[in-house]
Nanobody, 122 residues
Framework: QVQLVESGGGLVQAGGSLRLSCAAS????????MGWYRQAPGKQRDLVAS???????YYVDSVKGRFTISRDSAKNTMYLQMNNLKPADTAVYYC????????????????WGQGTQVTVSS
C-alpha cells in the first residue's frame, strides 16, 4: 500500500505561483503513472496533469503552458509547478499513483493522497 502525502497548497492571488509536492512512502520507480487531479466544489474530480515513469507528460488544455509536472525518483516525490494561477484553478488537488501489476491482464492498483486546497483570489 503506497501512502501519498500532498503539500504546498494555499491561498494566492491571481497571477501568482504555487508548487505542490506529493511524497510517496516507498520508491516511485516501480509506479507507472503519477498524476494530479483536482476537484472544485460541486464538481467531479478531473485529471490535471500526469507523468509516466519514462517521463511522458500529459496536461489538460486549460493548464498547458502554465503548469509543469515532474517526478524525482531519488526523493520519491512528484511535483506540480503552477504559474499564472487563475481563480478557475481553485480546487482541492489530489495526488494519484497507479501501479500496473500486469500488462497482460491490465490489473493495477490506484493510490490517492488526502488532498491539498488551492485557492486563487481575483
Amino acid at each position: 500500500q503506497v501512502q501519498l502525502v500532498e503539500s504546498g497548497g494555499g491561498l494566492v492571488q491571481a497571477g501568482g505561483s504555487l508548487r505542490l509536492s506529493c511524497a510517496a512512502s516507498e520508491s516511485i520507480s516501480s509506479i507507472n503513472d503519477m498524476g494530479w487531479y483536482r476537484q472544485a466544489p460541486g464538481k467531479q474530480r478531473d485529471l490535471v496533469a500526469s507523468v509516466t515513469n519514462i517521463g511522458t507528460t500529459y496536461y489538460v488544455d486549460s493548464v498547458k503552458g502554465r503548469f509543469t509536472i515532474s517526478r524525482d525518483s531519488a526523493k520519491n516525490t512528484m511535483y506540480l509547478q503552477m504559474n499564472n494561477l487563475k481563480p478557475a484553478d481553485t480546487a482541492v488537488y489530489y495526488c494519484n499513483a497507479k501501479r500496473i501489476w500486469s500488462t497482460i491482464t491490465g490489473y493495477s492498483s490506484n493510490y490517492w493522497g488526502q488532498g491539498t486546497q488551492v485557492t486563487v483570489s481575483s
